[in-house]
T-cell receptor, first 110, second 113 residues
Framework: GQQVMQIPQYQHVQEGEDFTTYCNSSTTLSNIQWYKQRPGGHPVFLIQLVKSGEVKKQKRLTFQFGEAKKNSSLHITATQTTDVGTYFCALTNTGNQFYFGTGTSLTVIP | DSGVTQTPKHLITATGQRVTLRCSPRSGDLSVYWYQQSLDQGLQFLIQYYNGEERAKGNILERFSAQQFPDLHSELNLSSLELGDSALYFC????????????FGDGTRLSIL
């Protein structure tokens, strides 16, 4: 079955440091989505990547899709306390089943 | 505000009971998804409906069932509840389905005593 590994599981950073989370799939993906869930909140869609090697930026956030379309990364430059939350990658398999990665919980220390 | 409405926000019940969770999707969205989020299992996809029809099924137990009505709202029915069913249940909706972004409701927190 589909496996979506996300690393690290937890990350503590000092405010101003950079942060990266990685998402790895056991199969080739047609696309990948990223979501953010604040503590006590619900997942919120951030972005979708479709093309091999695609890179998209949203202010301090940079999203990348691997050349083989089996992995993706989310990089945050100069973290702020507002970045706190759990970041999930998500994908759809050929059977239309939706899988969320295990998530990376980010804590930003002021 | 995502535009997705879930009721109730909290539900406390006992083992063996049955409950119904309700979801109203964003205006114009045809697809509804149900997820279970617990501390040790992460976010698990349960089932998806598109315009009233079941589109995809994930890790949904036989004790659970769902449906989407003609007005596009959806209900998730959980029966013969067990302690392990305690979790946060999210509903999400999207315009069509498949690879489109999903918009989540605030969830229903279910506690089984």
């Amino acid at each position: 079955g589909q496996q979506v590994m996300q690393i690290p599981q937890y990350q503590h950073v000092q405010e101003g440091e950079d942060f990266t989370t990685y998402c790895n799939s056991s199969t080739t993906l047609s696309n990948i989505q990223w979501y953010k869930q604040r503590p006590g909140g619900h997942p919120v869609f951030l972005i979708q990547l479709v093309k091999s090697g695609e890179v998209k930026k949203q202010k301090r956030l940079t999203f990348q899709f691997g050349e083989a379309k089996k992995n993706s990364s989310l990089h945050i430059t100069a973290t702020q306390t507002t970045d706190v939350g759990t970041y999930f990658c998500a994908l759809t398999n050929t059977g239309n089943q939706f899988y969320f990665g295990t998530g990376t919980s980010l804590t930003v220390i002021p | 505000d995502s535009g997705v409405t879930q009721t109730p926000k909290h539900l406390i019940t006992a083992t063996g009971q049955r409950v119904t969770l309700r979801c109203s999707p964003r205006s114009g969205d045809l697809s509804v998804y149900w997820y279970q989020q617990s501390l040790d299992q992460g976010l698990q996809f349960l089932i998806q409906y598109y315009n009233g029809e079941e589109r995809a099924k994930g890790n949904i137990l036989e004790r659970f069932s769902a449906q989407q009505f003609p007005d596009l709202h959806s209900e998730l029915n959980l029966s013969s509840l067990e302690l392990g069913d305690s979790a946060l249940y999210f509903c999400a909706s999207s315009r069509q389905g498949g690879d489109q972004p999903q918009h989540f409701g605030d969830g229903t927190r279910l506690s089984i005593l």
